[in-house]
């Protein structure tokens, strides 16, 4: 970890507890200024080893200590990385104990700047973070917008600790989809009623979204269909993003009818009917429909909730529906379906091959979902 003197480092702390409840082992480097907004007792005690702040300190482990650190690391966050610091490592100035650290530094290194916006926005800064993005080693992140230390808006905070989190785990991640595209169906779908009600389902959408980051994680380009939208449109949408996919995920709880009519005005009670008639038509099938566009070298993944004969009925869908493998999951399981952190789940590949899963998260559960899809 690569502190330098910027406000955000006051959130590094916590970013060094998390990785170490996680099970990193964490080791720090900072510039002297960076000792003016968190104090070297702080990360001593949350790290758990002595911090490296002064190149010809009496403490330090090693002689070359800048050069013992690379070795030992796995990878390098440098947060916050400030105009001065950002300028220095993009051109090979190494004068204290971070940049020293850094120009040793040959494997993974992810970086996230931190200044006031018209810093941001100079020449010299946007070139410097250019040159360092365009390296093999290097992720470079941009700033986040919002509210600044100065007191102004604009862009230039730090990305938050859960960015910089993501980006850490998707560095350590092996790359096994780099270079495929994989379009993603999420949460439900909203049937409009009239201007204030609509038909809907429990579904969160957290399935779709750990499954879309595992993706990403892994080297894929992700589209996530996702959001407050009616069947329809996300059959529109699917539609056009299966066309240029590789692997298509259909976690969406998809709604099977709409109102054949959707009034202008609120529906208002009325005085004497004790009952209310909907009208419904059917939506169009999503994952019937890709499955007719499917083209060799295409796979087409399939949920399948159930509640009852769930074997046969996910059997049946991966069959009708020409998809290549189906993710069963059942409401009658404790801690599966909607809303959960978790989910159990068994999974169908068209050869009838099957694989059941005791309950796991929801994170785990994607990844053992990606791994059982052909890439070949």
């Known amino acids: ?62 002689a070359t200590e800048h050069i013992s650190l690379p070795d030992w690391a796995d990878m390098m966050l440098i947060a916050p990385a400030t105009v001065n610091v950002l300028g220095k490592l993009a051109n090979g100035i190494a004068d204290d104990a971070l940049t020293t650290t850094f120009a040793a530094m040959r494997k993974p290194v992810v970086i996230a700047p931190a200044m006031n916006d018209k810093m941001y926005a100079a020449p010299a800064t946007q070139q410097a973070m250019q040159d360092l993005a365009a390296r093999d080693n290097i992720t470079m992140l941009d700033c986040a917008e919002g509210p600044l230390a100065c007191g102004t808006s604009g862009k230039g905070r730090m990305q938050e600790i859960e960015v910089l989190l993501e980006e850490i785990y998707t560095v350590f991640t092996p790359k096994t989809l780099l270079g495929k595209r994989v379009m993603i169906t999420a949460g439900p779908t909203i049937e409009k009623l009239d201007p204030v009600r609509y038909i809907s389902n429990f579904s969160t959408g957290k399935m779709g979204r750990a499954l879309a980051q595992e993706c990403r994680r892994r080297g894929a380009e992700v589209t996530l269909i996702m959001g407050a939208m009616s069947a329809q449109e996300m059959c529109e949408q699917a539609v056009a993003a299966f066309a240029h996919a590789d692997i298509a995920i259909l976690a969406a709880a998809v709604a099977d009818y709409r109102p054949k009519q959707m009034v202008d005005h609120k529906i208002k009670k009325q005085v004497g009917a004790s009952s209310l008639t909907l009208m419904l ?14 083209q060799p070298g295409q796979q087409l993944i399939g949920f399948a909730l159930e ?19 189906i993710v069963l999951n059942s409401l009658n399981d404790p801690g599966a379906g909607f809303g959960y952190d978790t989910n159990k789940v068994t999974l169908i590949h068209r050869d009838g091959t099957q694989k059941n899963y005791p309950l796991l998260s929801k994170e785990v559960v994607a990844g053992v979902i990606l791994d059982n899809i052909s890439l070949s």
């Open 281 to 294: 038509v059917e939506n169009p099938d999503i994952a019937a429909t890709l499955g007719k566009m499917k």
């Open 1 to 62: 970890m690569g502190i330098s003197g910027g406000i955000a480092a006051y959130k590094i702390p916590e970013l060094i507890r998390l990785l170490t409840k996680a099970g990193a082992d964490v080791r720090v480097t900072t510039t002297h200024n960076a000792l003016e907004f968190v104090t070297e007792t702080t990360l001593r005690t949350l790290s758990g080893h002595t911090i490296y702040s002064d190149v010809f300190a009496a403490v330090n482990a090693h």
């Open 307 to 325: 509640t009852n004969n769930e074997l046969e009925n996910a059997q049946a869908k991966l069959q009708k529906k020409n998809l290549d493998m």
